[in-house]
């Protein structure tokens, strides 16, 4: 055990314990703690207010100061990240860390710590990159109850005092560390054998540890970071004493596999992962026996009536404290009586032109989403240029605004194609800058100073038009597959466009790998859009990819600009050597300008007028349409009655 030195941390307000995590790099939480009596006796509550600690925790200190100074008995939860190495000795009851460590022989090095209120403490290292959280850590193949780990952004600990100065933190002693979980210099007990053998050595059926693992694989896209992660951590389980080590990589490579993935790259992909994880994780290590007096207590009788009544009372007072944490936390959504008009208010209020007819409205949140490597940036950027500079695009008319381009991923490559637009369009990138600000870096929209200063940058600098490429980056800690989370995106999102009243923001989103026709993530990005793009290739099939057709489909349309537009065909041309580049030609203009005039006025029409309609569309001069119609009118695609004269 550790000899005291006066290195115990001091105790300060929930307000001041949070902002000291933060500024050590930490992220942090609220935690309610209520005592409710079962059957006479008190039972403390520690509610997490958040529905996910790692996801919707806190960092910004502005937000932080507001909501503590609010509600300053609520406790601090703390992700370690990688900012700290916490070992968090317990003593509850008859279960009692520190025994099990002086049974085994091992000390806890001197350094700083807090004591809990139950007589625990924490004992805050240095941080180890790679080293996963663990609740009862395994020594020697044998369990340490009531000695955990809390490391990295998968665990939290609830701090009871100021954060320790990092640069006089020790390094955390090496028996804590146990096997580290990423491939590149982990340290571990290797397997000799083969993988058939392992497997063959593991090869009982899922048991219940086993399956709080398997239970948690990915229903559906997942990635091969995330494949090689789970077999390892598979491999770690089953080498830990969980039976059904074998199955669980079966399942998991069943779904790795599941349908149109079924392919020799990816089942190359497969193979590799388990004889690495196997190889370098697969062994036991030897046990050691731990002394009798170390032996855990019996498990006592539990109290179920007892149990089920705090859990209950638990989830209620979850639930109103999680309605409490985002209203402190978020402002939008509160009534305002001033926005309260008339009907004749409303309609007497300007109507806004659109920046894009029947493309892209002002005043509107909306998202355009498509599969991987289909073209989103392209169609975004070649918006969001043909707004800035005014020209018209696939033959629609578009008002000039400023515009704000978020390019979060790929900026390099955005570059170039900005350049080969203008090259195409016949205008100088120095014709751009006045109107169009490419921003290059990722912007967290979860930060509330950074969110704020974003804000401001669009009100004050005019801008009407802001695209966001892509939401994964904006979302900084959060999850596009929970709801709540894209909740409060996309109320970010509408905060951002109330920068003004002709302020309109488009985001850019990955769609499903398994149908590229569903958008990826929660319900609110759709439920919340005003409007929404789905661009697709001709042919999905795998000859497709080279195919440059693609097709905007509108998915959504909730605006005051009438019917959903039709759909759109665009082709992808080449643009100088290392560009390819959406000109613009989709749909082609002469057969939507004959559309257009069809609902608008009553045909034949003169050649002449047609002309000069197309020619608002493109921006060329009407006498350089003539052959253009004529051809349009043998290839059967017009017809020589719609015209006269």
């Known amino acids: 055990m550790s000899t005291r030195v006066p290195a115990r941390l001091a105790t300060a307000s929930n307000l001041d314990i949070a902002l000291s995590w933060v500024a050590l790099g930490c992220r942090v939480h609220p935690v309610s703690v209520t005592t409710i009596y079962i059957q006479g006796q008190p039972q ?22 507001r909501y503590w100074e609010a509600n300053p008995d609520h406790m601090v939860g703390v992700i370690p990240g990688s900012a700290v190495f916490v070992l968090d000795v317990d003593r509850h009851g008859d279960k009692d860390g520190f025994k099990r460590l002086t049974g085994a022989g091992l000390s806890i090095p001197v350094t700083y710590y807090a004591t809990t209120p139950s007589g625990g403490e924490h004992h805050f290292y240095r941080a180890v990159a790679g080293v996963r959280h663990d609740a009862n850590l395994m020594y020697g193949g044998n369990i340490l109850e009531g000695v955990d780990r809390r490391c990295g952004d998968g665990s939290y600990f609830h701090a009871y005092s100021l954060a320790p100065d990092p640069l006089t933190l020790p390094d955390a002693p090496s028996w804590a560390l146990g096997r580290k979980t990423r491939s590149d210099g982990a340290e571990g007990v290797g397997y000799s054998g083969s993988l058939e053998e392992w497997l063959a050595e593991h090869g009982e059926p899922i048991g219940i540890a086993m399956s709080t693992i398997t239970n948690n694989f990915p229903a559906g896209d997942f990635d091969r970071s995330t494949m090689l992660r789970l077999q390892t951590r598979v491999v770690l389980a089953a080498v830990d004493g969980w039976a059904g080590g074998a199955a669980a990589l079966d399942l998991l490579r069943d779904l790795w596999l599941a349908g149109q993935w079924n ?8 193979g590799r992962g388990p004889e690495g994880a196997v190889s370098k994780y697969g062994g036991k290590p030897e046990p050691v026996t731990l002394t009798p007096a170390t032996a855990g207590p ?50 007497e209020s300007a109507v ?3 920046l894009i007819e029947g493309v892209l409205e002002r005043g509107t949140v909306g998202m355009l989403y498509a599969d991987s490597y289909v073209g989103k940036s392209y169609v975004s950027l070649d918006w969001a240029l043909s707004v800035a500079m005014g020209l018209p ?14 390019a979060m991923e790929g900026a390099s490559s955005m570059q170039r194609r900005w350049k080969a637009w203008c090259d195409y369009r016949g205008v100088s990138v120095a014709d751009t800058r006045e109107t169009f600000t490419f921003y290059h870096n990722s912007v967290d929209f979860t930060s509330e100073e950074s969110h704020e200063r974003l804000t401001n940058f669009v009100r004050d600098g005019g801008y009407e038009l802001v695209i966001v490429d892509m939401s994964q980056q904006a979302m900084g800690a959060l999850d596009e597959n929970s709801p709540s989370d894209v909740r409060i995106f996309m109320n970010k999102c509408i905060e951002l466009r109330e920068a003004s009243d002709e302020t309109s923001v488009l985001f850019l989103h990955h769609s499903k790998k398994d149908d590229v026709r569903i958008f990826r993530g929660g319900g609110p990005f759709y439920g919340m859009s005003d409007f929404v793009w789905l661009m697709t290739r001709v042919d999905n099939s795998e000859a497709g990819k080279a195919d440059p057709r693609r097709v905007l489909e509108s998915m959504k349309w909730k605006t005051d600009a009438g019917n959903p537009p039709k759909p759109i065909n665009l082709d992808f041309i080449k643009a100088g050597p290392d560009s390819v580049l959406d000109a613009g030609t989709g749909g082609d203009p002469y057969v939507e300008a004959i559309e257009d005039l069809r609902r608008t006025y009553r045909l034949p029409i003169t050649k002449s007028a047609y002309a000069h309609e197309v020619a608002k569309r493109t921006g060329k001069d009407p006498k350089t349409h003539a052959n253009r119609i004529s051809r349009l009118i043998s290839d059967g695609v017009l017809q020589a009655s719609d015209f006269t004269g």
């Open 393 to 406: 695009w696939c033959g629609r008319v578009s008002s000039k605004a400023k515009v704000l381009y978020l």
């Open 298 to 347: 019996e498990e006592e009788e539990r109290d179920l009536e007892g149990d089920v009544a705090a859990e209950k009372y638990k989830l209620r007072v979850k639930h109103d404290a999680r309605l409490e944490f985002l209203a402190d936390t978020s402002a939008y959504g509160l009534f305002n009586p001033e926005d309260a008009i008339s009907l004749e208010e409303y309609e």
């Open 352 to 354: 806004l032109e659109p």
């Open 44 to 65: 403390t509550i520690k509610t997490r207010l958040t529905t996910s600690w790692t996801r919707e925790a806190l960092n910004d200190p502005a937000l932080i100061r």
């Open 263 to 270: 392919t020799p790259k990816y089942q190359t992909d497969w």
